[in-house]
């Protein structure tokens, strides 16, 4: 029986989706974890100390006694050691038939891909998700961090558990611990922000091919789920091939391909380069994900038919909009775009309500609840500035002040809706699960 997660604020972050790993990790060079812990509690302001509480330990420790017990072990026998590349690739499919060839796909986002908003996207449409990367070093070390930055549940899957690494053993004894609950184990080679850098993993291993291959073979000579790596595209687009060749030789069973290079930091002002996904895909045997320049599903059908990819992912499109898989387009992404679009039956505030209630059934730490809060309803606070400002002035968070917020938004009279195609129309229907295909 597991000793119940204390309810003392660990992580602190808000102003970037990476700092909770950044006040882990950078502390974490010259001191114990323990230390980093009391002192990055001590340094905090009273609001970030609270919203670093879960928003109910209690249930988390009940969800996750439910979670171990309702998981069943894969079918997938043993590891893949031994087997020749071709038989590699058939079984790499296989497993991606298995889970219904899923093509709309949450994308890892640290602090915001955490199971109350996988379950909210898969409610509208998604198929498969990724959870926020975790750091395989301290999710070894530590339970608290594993028991606040990973949960899920029986509903949760297909299921990408992400890490990132650059120790095959630290890396293997990680993913031993999540892979009863999950699809894939996911090795994150995109990351291409400063803690990367100094933490050294993400997009700054492209610089290091031998150690990538050799976390990528490790997990896959020892693990009974596949591996997958989620890469961002070399400035040469041979580099990027060769690349994608040695993870597939390697043992990934899957690639997700952003198409922006580790310098195109900046999502907006750099476009996605799909020509190099195509090349990836045509050049590989295993099942490829395209990733960037998704907000609608024009956008999807569009990036499947150019690169020929068996799925993408979509991330900073969804936090605004979460059900843009089932067919919703935010009010931006109407203007200029061909069609009849027309107001749909959904706004954001019915999505932040529908978030809250996987909240309080799945426990995520305040902070979380508060980003996705200011990105759902964003365009809602830009109108009603002040009921931003009151939820900026709340040191402690409830689910009574959200809901009421929520109420006080709908009755000062301005609607802002979410809009759908009237191709899409059949894939949204009232109860706003979207049907699975594209
Ligand atoms: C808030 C946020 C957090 C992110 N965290 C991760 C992460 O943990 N792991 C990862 O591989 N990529 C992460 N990313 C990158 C996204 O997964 C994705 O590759 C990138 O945003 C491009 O997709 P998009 O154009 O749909 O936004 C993050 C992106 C955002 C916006």
Request: net charge negative; hydrophobic share 35%.
């Amino acid at each position: 029986m597991k000793s119940k997660i204390p309810s003392i604020p660990l992580l602190s972050s808000r102003s970037s989706c990476f700092t909770t790993l950044k006040s882990l990790m950078a502390s974490s060079l010259t001191e114990t974890l323990t230390l980093t812990v009391t002192q990055t509690h001590h340094s905090n302001s009273q609001q970030d100390d609270l919203d670093d509480v879960l928003c109910s330990d209690r249930q988390l420790q009940e969800q996750r006694e439910e979670s171990a017990s309702d998981t069943s072990p894969f079918g997938l026998g043993s590891p893949s050691r031994c087997l020749a590349g071709e038989s590699r690739v058939e079984r790499a499919w296989a497993h991606w038939a298995k889970l219904g060839q899923p093509k709309l796909i949450v994308a890892p986002m640290v602090d915001n891909s955490e199971l109350p908003f996988r379950m909210l996207c898969r409610k509208y449409g998604a198929e498969a998700a990724y959870t926020p990367m975790l750091h395989s070093r301290i999710f070894t070390e530590n339970e608290k961090y594993r028991s606040q930055e990973f949960t899920t549940c029986t509903e949760d899957r297909p299921l990408f558990v992400q890490f990132c690494a650059n120790d095959p053993e630290i890396l293997l004894e990680a993913a031993r611990r999540v892979e009863p609950f999950c699809d894939y184990v996911d090795i994150n080679f995109g990351c291409p922000q400063r803690i990367a850098r100094r933490g050294y993993y993400g997009a700054f291993l492209m610089d290091n091919l031998p150690l990538v291959k050799s976390l990528v073979q490790k997990l896959a000579l020892n693990l009974h789920v596949p591996v997958s790596c989620k890469i961002r595209v070399f400035p040469d687009l041979q580099d990027t091939i060769n690349y994608a060749r040695m993870l597939e030789d390697a043992g990934c069973s899957l690639l997700a391909v952003h198409g922006r290079t580790r310098d195109e930091k900046d999502g907006k002002k750099f476009r996605a380069d799909w020509e190099a996904i195509r090349a990836v895909k045509n050049a590989v045997g295993i099942p490829v994900l395209a990733n960037g320049n998704i907000r609608h599903m024009d956008d999807v059908q569009d990036c499947l038919e150019k690169t020929g990819a068996d799925g993408v992912l979509s991330a900073e499109s969804l936090l605004e909009n979460p059900a843009l898989f089932a067919g919703y387009r935010a009010a931006e992404s109407v203007v200029g775009s061909e069609g009849n679009d027309k107001e749909g039956k959904l706004d954001q505030t019915d999505l932040l309500v529908d978030y809250l209630k996987f909240c309080e059934r799945y426990p995520v730490p305040w902070r979380m609840i508060r980003s996705h809060v200011h990105k759902m309803v964003g365009d809602w606070f830009r109108v009603h500035p002040d009921v931003r400002e009151d939820l900026n002035s709340q040191s402690k968070l409830t689910f009574e002040f959200l809901y009421n917020m929520v109420d006080q938004l709908r009755e000062r009279g301005i609607r802002i809706p979410l809009y759908v195609k009237d191709t899409h129309e059949e894939r949204v229907p009232a109860d706003g699960l979207a049907s699975r295909n594209v």
